[in-house]
Structure formats: structure tokens, C-alpha cells
């Protein structure tokens, strides 16, 4: 576009907005504010940027903004764009990114299955960049967490079905509902050596696990095949049977042996004083 500014001037189309312009017959005869971002003297032109004013603008904006937010606040926002990596979002005019990590408690292989442009969210703040006016958000924070859901039904000990998912050198993924599976340890396979996992069990069989650990806080959970029949803890209630006995054995023994040299001492008290009488 071309600008009257008492002289020739040149306002490109990419610098007329923040966002990309279309409609350029709008701003004819229009009088806007411009900041001049360079000089051909020789050519008697001067190329200006509107863009470069409403960004400036912005920045005051957007400072005060988030002087006023906080980590672990809850905002409305709207889609702005969507890439591999991630959505962006506007939040009351502050661009912010939701990581494909943080926009689901379940896995994502693209943010377009999650989210559409232009679509109202509500996100959770973690994290602000003061220097770049940039916010870190989360999606699946303002949702529940189905694992947390699903795993109440469940308790260490438990013994359950599942299904083989996938399959490690370090052991076998078992599926026991949808949305939560757990890792069989291959020492937790058999009560013989097992060298590969796969010598166990192959994707899509069956097989009955005990849960032998659950981690809400990475939201994991550990299961065991050989322990179905054989559970520690009933050793462990075993070796605390045979511990008890041999500790009550023992204090038994102490107390014969007590009595033994009692009656010993008594003995010989005895003996002492008789051979005492027949000297006399």
C-alpha cells in the first residue's frame, strides 16, 4: 500500500497487522499510525510498519497481563493454530503453547485429534516467560484424570486378568481395562529362569497377575505372574511363623538353663554345709 505521509511511503501488505491481511481495500483513505523502519533517500522512499506499532502497544498490554497471572491459575482461551508439537493458544491476548504432552491424560499422536482452531478451552498455567511474553499451559489439568478413575477399583495384592500388549526385553506390558496396563518384570515372569519374555507369553494372550505395586504419582503399575501362586508375602508370613518358633525355643532354653544352675548352686550350697557339720 501506498501512504501519504507528505512524502511517498510504502506500507507492505505482511506489515499492516499483526495478522495476515486480505482485505486491503479497507484501509484506503484510512489515516493510521505508522513507525518508520527505513529510508531510501536516493529513491526518495520510506517503508513503514503498522505492525511495528501495534506490537509495541501490545507488549505494554500483554506486560501488565501477566504481572497479573499466576502459576496454576485456570484461563479461557481460544485455538489459535495447531502443529506437531503442540496447540497455541491466546489468553486474554498472551500467546501461550500446550504441549501434545499436556493436552490429554491419554496418548496423543497429533493435537488435531484433541483440539480444532478456534475452539474455546480452558487451560491451566505452568509456567510464564516474562522475558519472551510467552505462557507454558496445560489442557488435560483442567480434566480428571480417567487413570485416577479407573485405578480406585484396584488394590496391591489384587490378582487379575489381562491381556499382553507389548512385549521388552525386560518383560511384558499385561492390559487388565482399558486405559490401564502395567509392566510384568521378567523376574516376575516365572519362579524358573526365564531368558526371553516372549519363552513366556506372546501378544494378545491372556494371563492372570498380581498387582505388586501402583504409582499414582507416574501413574505405573507393577504386576507379577509368578506371584499369583506363590506371594511373598506369604513367605514372609512363613519366615515370620518359623522366626516366632525359634525365638520361643530359644527363650524356653534360657529359662531350663536358668533353673539348671539354680538347682546346681543349690546343690552345692547343700554340700558345703553338710561337709561343714561333719567337721564340726
Known amino acids: 500500500m501506498i501512504v501519504d505521509i507528505g512524502l511517498r511511503g510504502f506500507l507492505p501488505a505482511s506489515l499492516i497487522d ?4 486480505k482485505d486491503l481495500q479497507s484501509y484506503i483513505g484510512e489515516r493510521c499510525v505508522c513507525k518508520i523502519i527505513e529510508v531510501d ?11 511495528a506499532i501495534i506490537e509495541d ?22 485455538i489459535t493454530s495447531i502443529a506437531d508439537f503442540g496447540a497455541f493458544v491466546d489468553v ?37 516467560d516474562y522475558e519472551k511474553q510467552r505462557l507454558s499451559l496445560g489442557l488435560k489439568q483442567t480434566q480428571k484424570d480417567p487413570w485416577l478413575e ?11 486378568k489381562g491381556k499382553v500388549t507389548r ?56 504386576f507379577s505372574v509368578k506371584q499369583v501362586e506363590n506371594p511373598v508375602e506369604d513367605k514372609e508370613e512363613e519366615k515370620k511363623v518359623k522366626d516366632s518358633k525359634s525365638e520361643e525355643k530359644s527363650e524356653k532354653k534360657e529359662v531350663l538353663d536358668k533353673e539348671s544352675n539354680k538347682k546346681r548352686q543349690i546343690k552345692e550350697i547343700l554340700k558345703e554345709m553338710k561337709e561343714e557339720a561333719n567337721i564340726e
Open 167 to 222: 512385549i521388552v526385553k525386560f518383560g511384558l506390558f499385561v492390559q487388565i481395562e482399558e486405559g490401564l496396563q502395567g509392566l510384568v518384570h521378567i523376574s516376575e515372569l516365572s519362579l524358573e529362569p526365564v531368558k526371553r519374555p516372549s519363552d513366556v507369553a506372546k501378544i494378545g494372550d491372556e494371563l492372570m497377575v498380581r498387582i505388586i505395586d501402583i504409582d499414582f504419582d507416574k501413574r505405573r503399575m507393577a
Open 18 to 21: 499483526v495478522r495476515k491481511t
Open 92 to 128: 486474554d491476548g498472551v500467546d501461550g503453547l500446550v504441549h501434545i504432552s499436556e493436552l490429554s491424560w491419554n496418548h496423543v499422536k497429533h493435537p488435531s485429534e484433541v483440539v480444532n482452531v478456534n475452539q474455546e478451552v480452558d487451560v491451566e498455567i505452568l509456567g510464564i
Open 41 to 51: 533517500r536516493h529513491r526518495n522512499n520510506v517503508v513503514l510498519s503498522r505492525k
Open 57 to 78: 502497544e501490545r507488549k505494554e498490554q500483554r506486560k501488565e497481563i501477566l504481572n497479573s497471572m499466576e502459576i496454576g491459575q485456570i484461563k479461557k482461551g481460544i
Open 150 to 160: 479407573r485405578i480406585k477399583d484396584y488394590s496391591v495384592k489384587d490378582v487379575v
